[in-house]
């Protein structure tokens, strides 16, 4: 039988290992990052603080969860495995960047029927607030169509730059400066999500 050899791994993708972790991405997308923002290790510290209040924010409530497609995917999925509660969990697809860096002005809901919370408490999980459009329309049609009990908001990334609409969100992961971030859920042009921490793209990458 002929011994198996280890396939050779250059330089730069072993220094790709090692920065991101035992199950890196492609290193070919390493390429395209400016800077990591935050790793793996971070983001799972931080979601354990905000799993934390929002564990004692809502307990004793009915409580449902709307998690905003489909960047918000892992960030849901990682907060939801923190807070032992009783809970539903909803999903709602919606569309304000269209392909690009810039939101387009325009948000459109992706499903024709809205997410039952009539009575109930929400909360709406996103991966990042950018113009506050999105997430004013979304509760804005939740309030007026749905009549949930409250509604208040998470997300993981917030940047720090004059919105088009005045968001308040009540729990956020980071603070960031205007920048287009990928991984962890996030993408460009439906790329990027996969990788397991939070990095600013190049410009000449989009």
């Not at 495995?81 to 569309?95: M, Q, Y």
Request: aromatic letters at 8%.
């Amino acid at each position: 039988m002929v011994g198996w050899e280890s396939p050779v791994v250059s330089e730069k993708a072993l220094d790709f290992k090692r920065r991101v972790g035992e199950h890196p991405p492609e290193p070919d997308m390493d390429e395209d990052i400016e800077e990591i923002l935050f790793h793996a290790a971070a983001i799972q510290a931080r979601i354990d603080e905000l799993a934390a209040r929002i564990t004692e924010d809502y307990r004793g409530k009915e409580l449902t969860v709307v998690a905003v497609l489909t960047g918000a995917l892992m960030f849901t999925a990682d907060l939801l495995r923190r807070i032992p509660l009783p809970l539903k969990l909803d999903c709602i697809s919606v569309a304000s960047y269209h392909g690009g860096t810039e939101t387009t002005g325009e948000v459109k809901f992706s499903q024709l029927s809205l997410p039952d919370i009539e009575g109930r408490h929400v909360l709406i999980v996103d991966d990042i607030l950018d113009s506050g459009l999105t997430l004013d329309a979304i509760t804005a049609r939740f309030r007026k169509e749905r009549h949930p009990l409250s509604v208040r908001i998470c997300v993981l990334l917030s940047k720090q730059k004059p919105r088009r609409r005045p968001i308040d969100p009540h729990y956020v992961g980071f603070e960031i400066e205007d920048e287009f971030v990928v991984g962890y859920g996030l993408d460009y042009d439906e790329r990027y999500r996969n990788l397991p921490f939070l990095g600013v793209l190049k410009p000449d990458s989009t």
